[in-house]
């Protein structure tokens, strides 16, 4: 490891005057809604892919035993990464799908700037506990609608009506697999968590 | 989700001793770790350690380093919170998300995306 001895000084003062910040995103919606092909579609990178193990416990299986690393399974988390420029960084991450995984939820929760819900007309009663699950906790969220090659098109104000979100949140007609769409997604998303207002209309479509 | 055998995590767990959580302050998922010094004795490390060090000498979010290592978050965390009770990393504290964009990085980040 002579790395140690060679490099010794050359990342002494890489931190900037400015501190590092990762900014997390969720994207979130029922499964097989999109939500990997939009984290694909944006990111600089193939998704990364890490995951968690999981306890018996945390999947909400009574157990009492306390012992900590009694791993039954895993749980596969993908993310993608956009670098704004050195130092700063949006991360978006799908949340897991299936309902058992919800402590993750949590955990992905804490400390982001806000979530994607995407919503598919064909099934939109499957972005529910996602839109209920942000509402709860106060975490901004924008709904993106996923216009599927022959999905039936609704007018935002009906989608708006059958999700009963505020008149305020953000509804954006999307198509995950283009970079221009999910781009205007991100953007709207950023400024209506930021600012608390979309930062100018989109376009009814 | 996987459907390895218990053979690998068995394995993980060896590299923390067994255990699932880190020690010390806990931190998030994007929380920024730095490397601050390489040990005295380098040879102490196991070579998990010391390729977390490698990397973390560019601040990197930990989900990041758990990529990299191609490492389960929870193994990764627990190396990180050894390494930082050892004085090895420095792992940023939350900072509510409010707080920490301004208006500066509001427009910088909005511009980024803007120009992809």
């Not at chain 1, 029922?30 to 990364?48: A, C, D, N, Q, Y």
């Not at chain 2, 010390?24 to 004795?41: C, K, N, S, W």
């Not at chain 2, 010391?50 to 990764?76: F, G, H, W």
């Amino acid at each position: 490891m002579d790395f140690a001895a060679s490099s010794q000084g050359s990342w002494q003062g890489v931190a900037e005057a400015t501190p590092a910040l990762a900014i997390k995103i969720l994207i979130a919606g029922g499964f097989g809604v999109g939500k990997t092909t939009l984290v694909g579609t944006i990111s600089e990178i193939r998704p990364l892919h890490t995951e968690e193990l999981m306890s018996e416990r945390s999947i909400g299986v009574d157990d009492t035993s306390g012992v900590e690393g009694k791993v039954t399974t895993t749980v596969a988390l993908d993310f993608g990464r956009i670098t704004i420029r050195e130092g700063l960084w949006l991360y978006l991450f799908g949340t897991p799908g299936q309902d058992r995984f919800w402590f993750m939820w949590d955990e992905l929760a804490v400390g982001a700037l806000g979530a994607v819900v995407l919503a598919d007309t064909r099934r939109l009663q499957d972005c529910f506990p996602a839109v209920d699950y942000f509402e709860q906790r106060g975490i901004p969220f924008v709904v993106g609608v996923n216009c599927f090659d022959g999905a039936r098109r609704h007018e935002p104000a009906k989608i708006r009506k059958a999700l009963g979100i505020a008149p305020q949140i953000p509804i954006i007609l999307c198509d995950v697999r283009v970079k221009e769409s999910v781009k205007e997604v991100l953007t709207t998303l950023v400024t209506y968590a930021v600012k608390g207002v979309p930062a100018e209309p989109y376009p009814a479509h | 989700m996987t459907t390895e055998g218990p053979g690998p995590l068995i394995r993980l767990f060896g590299l923390t001793k067994g255990r699932a959580r880190p020690v010390g302050e806990p931190f998030d998922l994007v929380a920024i770790v730095t490397t601050l010094r390489m040990p005295a004795e380098p040879t102490d490390l196991i070579p998990e350690h010391l390729e977390v060090l490698k990397v973390c000498r560019r601040p990197t979010p930990v989900a990041d380093v758990a990529a990299q290592l191609k490492l389960p978050l929870n193994i990764t965390r627990v190396i990180l919170g050894d390494l930082r009770r050892e004085g090895l990393v420095a792992i940023d504290r939350p900072r509510p998300v409010a707080q920490a964009i301004d208006e500066r990085i509001y427009r910088e980040v909005l511009h980024g995306l803007r120009s992809l």
